[in-house]
């Protein structure tokens, strides 16, 4: 069986945006601050649209923002 992750470049992408805040992209789409704070942990994955919505804060494409991987485990 495989698990799946969604990891993001979220933090870094903020800091190259001039430092910008959680508070100031949870703004930008329309989300609390700590949504944007699970999301950069990786606690908690977006819909499509507000992937998207991050995506365009940063004018970059999605892939440049998320990246999908599989990860192999065997199931005990």
Excluded: C, W
Excluded at 5 to 13: G, W
Excluded at 30 to 41: F, H, L, N
Aim: aromatic content about 10%.
């Amino acid at each position: 069986m495989k698990a799946t992750k969604v990891s993001n470049q979220i933090r870094t992408l903020r800091f190259h945006a001039d430092e910008m805040t959680q508070q100031d992209l949870a703004t930008r789409i329309g989300v609390s601050r700590q949504t944007v704070v699970a999301i950069e942990k990786a606690k908690y994955s977006p819909s499509l649209e507000l992937a998207f919505k991050i995506a365009r804060v940063f004018e970059v494409p999605l892939e440049t923002v998320f990246s999908f991987e599989e990860e192999q485990f065997i199931a005990k």
